[in-house]
């Protein structure tokens, strides 16, 4: 069976851009592979660094992996990146085979400077521990957003390159799986939903106040009266990901005929999104609530995580002669 492996980052509520992006996508691989689902503490340090913020944050995501279906009694482990420190040692010897302008031009280090935040060196480095985060577990499918893309790129050069100098199978060479019809989920002003620009719909507001935030969804100034336009209006981009097809055809008609406010469809948006997420919202709850049974899981996961890269260490230290 293949190995499908991703990971989340702690540094934040996750919001519906991550649950449709990455969250989902890699859930739906649990039947047919056997799937590694981890915690990027380790990559989150390089822009959370307040320790309650960050163990709190990786509890919410293991939460919302289990809220969401992950089996761990079946294929899945679940764990936090930190539990493995040979990840760390994976990255380096990496590192010793990645060369330093490739960093430079990095997704992660482009987000920083935009940002207009400090770059610190973990941050270049960041695309180097991601590849070690796949390698080290022989990982066949990575199911990412978009905007991941090019690190699993760098992921599956740096293993090409690894086998070609220290001898072939010494890693596995990764493929890449962006999900394709989601692509980027828009946030409430229209841009990329991002933690970055504030304009997210977290995944577990309570539904009043997941009500409140699709109300503040920016529109365009039109009036009830005026027919309004379907393909660009923010609303519509998000209902498209929740509603069924007849609801959606349905909304689409009545922007084009006019006579209906762009309250209607929020409010239509924010019961498409509410239906989807009552029950699980629900068993997370109860999961955050106690947190021991997603400590046990997250310890469980660490066991056999621990194992597969125990495998590649091994063989890598071999090849490498550091063994
Ligand atoms: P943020 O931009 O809010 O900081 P992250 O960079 O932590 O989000 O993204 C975590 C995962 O969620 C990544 O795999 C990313 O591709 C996916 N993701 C984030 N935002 C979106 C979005 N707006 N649409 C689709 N996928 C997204
Ligand atoms: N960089 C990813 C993100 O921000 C998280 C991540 C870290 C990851 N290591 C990974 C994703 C390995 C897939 C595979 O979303």
Same mark, same amino acid.
Request: glycine share 8%.
């Given at each position: 069976m293949q190995r499908a492996l991703t990971g989340v980052q702690p540094s934040g509520q996750i919001h519906l851009g991550?649950?449709? +992006?990455? !969250?989902? =996508?890699?859930?739906?691989?649990?039947?047919?592979?056997?799937?590694?689902?981890? !915690?990027?503490?380790?990559?989150?340090?390089?822009?959370v660094q307040d320790p309650t913020l960050l163990r709190q944050s990786g509890i919410e995501i293991a939460a919302t992996f289990l809220a969401l279906g992950l089996d761990v009694e079946g294929s899945a482990t679940l764990f936090k990146q930190s539990s493995v420190p040979e990840v760390c040692e994976l990255?380096? !010897?990496? @590192?010793?085979?990645?060369? @330093? +302008?490739?960093?430079?031009? +990095?997704?992660? $280090?482009?987000a920083a400077r935009d940002g207009g935040r400090e770059i610190n060196a973990g941050t270049v480095f960041y695309p180097v521990l991601m590849s070690a985060d796949i390698l080290l577990y022989g990982s066949n499918i990575v199911p990412v957003g978009r905007d991941q893309q090019q690190h699993v790129e760098i992921a599956r050069d740096l293993a090409t390159r690894v086998n070609?100098?220290? +001898?072939?199978?010494?890693?596995v060479v990764p493929t890449v799986q962006v999900q394709k019809e989601v692509g980027l989920v828009s946030g409430t002003d229209g841009r990329k939903m991002s933690k970055s620009y504030g304009n997210t719909l977290p995944l577990w507001l309570p539904a009043k106040k997941l009500r409140k935030q699709v109300m503040r969804i920016v529109t365009d100034s039109r009036t009830v009266e005026e027919p309004k336009d379907p393909d660009t209006c923010n609303v519509m981009k998000l209902y498209k990901l929740f509603g069924s097809t007849e609801q959606i055809a349905d909304l689409r008609g009545q922007y084009i005929a006019g006579g209906m406010g762009y309250g209607v @469809?929020?409010? @239509?948006?924010?019961e498409a999104i509410d239906e989807?997420?009552?029950? =699980?919202?629900?068993?997370?709850?109860?999961? !955050?609530?106690? =947190? $021991?049974? $997603?400590?046990?899981?997250?310890?469980a996961g660490a066991e056999r995580a621990r194992q597969a890269a125990k495998v590649t260490m091994t063989r890598v230290r071999e090849a490498t002669g550091l063994g």
């Amino acid at each position: 069976m293949q190995r499908a492996l991703t990971g989340v980052q702690p540094s934040g509520q996750i919001h519906l851009g991550n649950y449709l +992006g990455a !969250i989902q =996508p890699a859930l739906n691989l649990q039947k047919q592979h056997d799937t590694f689902y981890f !915690i990027a503490d380790y990559h989150a340090l390089t822009s959370v660094q307040d320790p309650t913020l960050l163990r709190q944050s990786g509890i919410e995501i293991a939460a919302t992996f289990l809220a969401l279906g992950l089996d761990v009694e079946g294929s899945a482990t679940l764990f936090k990146q930190s539990s493995v420190p040979e990840v760390c040692e994976l990255a380096w !010897i990496l @590192a010793c085979c990645t060369s @330093a +302008g490739t960093l430079d031009k +990095g997704h992660a $280090v482009k987000a920083a400077r935009d940002g207009g935040r400090e770059i610190n060196a973990g941050t270049v480095f960041y695309p180097v521990l991601m590849s070690a985060d796949i390698l080290l577990y022989g990982s066949n499918i990575v199911p990412v957003g978009r905007d991941q893309q090019q690190h699993v790129e760098i992921a599956r050069d740096l293993a090409t390159r690894v086998n070609h100098r220290f +001898g072939e199978g010494t890693l596995v060479v990764p493929t890449v799986q962006v999900q394709k019809e989601v692509g980027l989920v828009s946030g409430t002003d229209g841009r990329k939903m991002s933690k970055s620009y504030g304009n997210t719909l977290p995944l577990w507001l309570p539904a009043k106040k997941l009500r409140k935030q699709v109300m503040r969804i920016v529109t365009d100034s039109r009036t009830v009266e005026e027919p309004k336009d379907p393909d660009t209006c923010n609303v519509m981009k998000l209902y498209k990901l929740f509603g069924s097809t007849e609801q959606i055809a349905d909304l689409r008609g009545q922007y084009i005929a006019g006579g209906m406010g762009y309250g209607v @469809a929020k409010q @239509a948006l924010y019961e498409a999104i509410d239906e989807r997420l009552e029950a =699980p919202r629900a068993r997370y709850e109860e999961l !955050i609530s106690l =947190p $021991v049974r $997603v400590e046990e899981v997250l310890q469980a996961g660490a066991e056999r995580a621990r194992q597969a890269a125990k495998v590649t260490m091994t063989r890598v230290r071999e090849a490498t002669g550091l063994g």
